[in-house]
């Protein structure tokens, strides 16, 4: 058995200068994350301050109630968004990639296997992604919702249509997804330049003509309310997280839109904006006690309400974008690591690796978000749900962070527990106002959170069972090889065959199969296994080892990081460059085992999982297509396994 060695590499060229149009590349970029990234958080002004003085809370509009919540709302923003998202977790993204999945990743490489802590971090991991999950289907039915009934700030005569022209709007959007986020996202960009300068230009008029809300930059304020209001003050604190909403958005999209324009965007537009435009309505407020009602449209000027309703429609339907594109990086992300049976993934761009479109997940995105408009029917209604998903995310996200700074930064120990106490101690207070909701709509997110827990969880328990199923009785390939060697019954026929196989130690029960049907080897004889490692991408030698077995066999090993796709054609085609070895497609046949599975007698996990994991893995992707192979070279045999 010899690794055979890849061609001598080029010698590396001399380090090429900037490209010029790099700058332009990430203006482009840093417009289309404009559109993309920050629609959630940027139209949250919207109803963040009319929800904290809604009556039901009970807080009256004095001056130091408003300076106190108005120091919540700016505080919130500079701690959760600015410090712990934008600063600190774009620092732990696992070689470019964001999002919960990919920074559970990084802490369990960076724990290491075997150990104690694992089985908890990954338990917190799954958590939090299937939180994600439900927020995803709140986020664009909220921000729609509100965005549709604005048209009722024009005449209440149009409440019968908010609800279909809602359900039109949200289906169209989904519609778009396919076209990629940065299409999408050269469509919103403008539009959200725009609606984040108006935002400023709002904010700016009332502290000039009110400076004194000004005060409420100052911290004491914020301490002060929530000692004094006690009860109440924490209950409200459901209203406030909804000016974060959209963080962990942020994050998961950075794979989509690179950390260096998504950091840019909000330090130089999105964060001035919602800084002066919230502590304009709260300047309002203090002068007018009566527009806490709707303090955001009693800012605009009477004869600028009717094109702001629109302006507001629009950037309110863009909030949706971000949490989908969020939605289908974390769906990939749990495919590549196991989590979830083989999804089609489309890329939508030619530069951009992580701008991907998901179909199944859009489709199961908008049937869960129609659900929601028809149910709920307002806004008000799904803001009772709303904030427990994203508060449970950010828990849980708080934490793995932690872990990654103690075990792969070396931070010491008091730093990551006195700035992950803080962190989790701000999280946590969030979390559990949030969850007085929970009769009133709150259940849903937790609902949907605890059924993505339970699939990925089957899923990841399942393949582990199967894979001990398909190790129990195999053969070693070891010993494979040298019966062949002395084996006369068995013909050598023209060609290459291919054997796709997930255990590149063993011989896979395609080949056993056609060996006891057909009889014959072909001349070549190839055992592939892709394997897909805890890291965004593995590039170029690194991607692919090939071992030769001796006597026309090989043995292919192809790496992937856990944000590309599978192509097994090119991979062939790597073989050439790199190794020098030529496959003809014409004259190459994959071979796929294919397992119809059952459930046991003797079970390893409840029955019903058990039936639910047949039912997953029926339903996932084909082999071929996951791979890109092409049908018309592919045999299936087929073997049933009880699991």
């Known amino acids: 058995m010899t690794t055979v060695s890849p061609a001598p590499a080029p010698a590396p060229a001399p380090c090429p200068p900037v490209a010029p149009g790099s700058k332009v590349r990430l203006g482009a970029l840093s417009l289309a994350a404009a559109g993309v990234v920050y629609g959630d958080i940027g139209t949250s002004p919207l109803y963040t301050l009319k929800e904290c003085f809604h009556p039901s809370h009970g807080i009256s509009p004095t001056t130091d109630n408003v300076l106190g919540i108005a120091s919540l709302v700016v505080w919130a923003l500079l701690l959760i968004v600015t410090l712990k998202y934008v600063v600190l977790l774009m620092r732990a993204d696992n ?128 301490l002060t309310f929530l000692f004094n209001q006690g009860w109440i003050a924490f209950l409200m604190l459901g209203s406030v997280v909804l000016a974060v909403t959209g963080a962990e958005a942020l994050y998961a999209d950075m794979g989509h839109f690179g950390k260096a324009s998504i950091r840019l965007v909000w330090s130089g537009l999105v964060l001035p904006a919602l800084l002066l435009n919230y502590l304009g309505q709260a300047a309002l407020v203090l002068e007018m006690p009566e527009a806490a009602k709707n303090p955001f449209y009693l800012l605009v000027p009477g004869w600028a309400v009717a094109p702001m309703v629109l302006l507001s429609t629009a950037a309110a339907v863009i909030a949706s974008q971000a949490v989908i594109s969020g939605v289908f990086s974390l769906s990939r992300q749990a495919m590549q690591l196991g989590y979830s049976p083989r999804l089609a993934i489309h890329h939508t761009s030619d530069e951009e690796e992580g701008q991907i479109y998901v179909p199944r997940a859009n489709w199961g995105l908008m049937l869960g978000v129609i659900a929601l408009v028809v149910g709920f029917q307002s806004s008000s209604g799904l803001a009772t749900a709303y904030g427990i998903a994203v508060t449970g995310t950010m828990a849980a996200t708080s934490i793995l962070v932690m872990v990654v700074a103690r075990t792969l930064w070396r931070w010491p120990l008091w730093l990551c527990l006195g700035l992950g106490g803080v962190m989790l101690a701000v999280d946590l207070a969030f979390f559990a106002a949030n969850l007085m909701k929970f009769g009133h709509g709150g259940w849903f997110p937790l609902l949907v959170g605890a059924a993505m827990l339970l699939l990925m969880g089957t899923w990841r328990k399942g393949r582990a069972i199967l894979d001990r199923r398909l190790a129990e009785g195999a053969t070693e390939l070891r010993l494979f090889l040298e019966q062949q060697k002395t084996n006369p019954n068995v013909i050598r026929v023209d060609g290459t065959a291919i054997y796709m196989t997930g255990n590149s130690r063993t011989v896979p029960l395609a080949m056993l199969h056609n060996l006891k049907h057909n009889k014959v080897l072909h001349r070549r004889v190839v055992f592939m296994t892709v394997a897909i490692d805890d890291i965004p991408r593995v590039h170029g030698r690194e991607r692919l080892s090939i071992e030769d077995l001796s006597d026309g066999f090989y043995r292919i090993t192809v790496r992937y990081g856990f944000v590309q796709e599978p192509d097994i054609p090119k991979v062939l085609r790597l073989c050439k460059a790199l190794y020098g070895i030529e496959f003809d497609m014409m004259d190459t046949t994959f071979f796929l085992g294919h397992e119809t599975l059952a459930p046991s007698a003797h079970h390893d996990m409840p029955e019903w999982r058990e039936r639910l994991f047949v039912v997953m893995s029926r339903n996932a992707v084909p082999a071929t297509e996951f791979f890109h192979i092409p049908p018309g070279r592919v045999v299936e045999l087929g073997s049933q396994i009880r699991l």
């Open 95 to 222: 070689r470019g990639e964001g999002g919960i999945l990919a920074l559970l990743a990084l802490a369990l490489r960076s724990i290491g296997p075997g150990r104690a802590a694992a089985g908890p971090v990954l338990a917190l991991g799954l958590i939090g992604a299937g939180l994600f999950f439900g927020d995803g289907m709140i986020t664009p039915a909220v921000s729609v919702l509100s965005a549709i009934e604005g048209l009722e700030v024009l005449t209440p005569a149009l409440h019968p249509v908010v609800v279909p022209l809602s359900l039109a709007v949200l289906i169209g959007l989904f519609l778009m997804q396919s076209r990629g986020s940065e299409r999408v996202g050269r469509l919103f960009g403008p539009v959200m330049v725009v609606w984040f300068l108006t935002l400023a230009l709002l904010g700016l008029v009332q502290i000039v003509e009110h400076p004194r809300i000004l005060a409420a930059l100052d911290p004491r304020h914020a």
